[in-house]
């Protein structure tokens, strides 16, 4: 693995996302009931980013055409996206967020 250090801990509040863009794509890094996840930060449906969008609870909706995805898994919730998002290994350590992308 090789984890990349996005940003500090702090600056990621539980029930909030952040994109990240220090590795080869952008990454949407997201804090759900006290863990970090990770998933690519543009819509499979059309090239968006989901950091325009809303997160309520694990699911990220897309603010182009409302398609949601679950950011622990990257399945697709609801149409109109078909596939499912990209997920990354993500972990908080020693005070910052750390991406393995």
């Given at each position: 693995?090789?984890?990349?250090?996005?940003?500090?801990d702090?600056?990621?509040?539980?029930?909030?996302?952040?994109?990240?863009?220090?590795?080869?794509?952008?990454?949407?890094?997201?804090?759900?009931?006290?863990?970090?996840?990770?998933?690519?930060?543009?819509?499979?449906?059309?090239?968006?980013?989901?950091?325009?969008?809303?997160?309520?609870?694990?699911?990220?909706?897309?603010?182009?055409?409302?398609?949601?995805?679950c950011?622990?898994?990257?399945?697709?919730?609801?149409l109109?996206?078909c596939v499912?998002?990209?997920?990354f290994?993500?972990?908080?350590?020693?005070?910052?967020?750390?991406?393995?992308?």
């Amino acid at each position: 693995m090789s984890w990349i250090t996005a940003f500090p801990d702090d600056d990621l509040a539980e029930g909030e996302m952040k994109t990240f863009d220090g590795g080869p794509q952008p990454i949407l890094i997201c804090r759900v009931g006290g863990q970090i996840y990770a998933v690519q930060d543009t819509c499979t449906h059309d090239t968006w980013s989901l950091a325009d969008g809303f997160l309520d609870g694990d699911v990220v909706e897309c603010s182009l055409h409302f398609a949601k995805f679950c950011v622990k898994t990257g399945k697709v919730k609801a149409l109109p996206a078909c596939v499912a998002l990209k997920t990354f290994p993500a972990k908080s350590d020693a005070g910052f967020i750390l991406v393995d992308c």
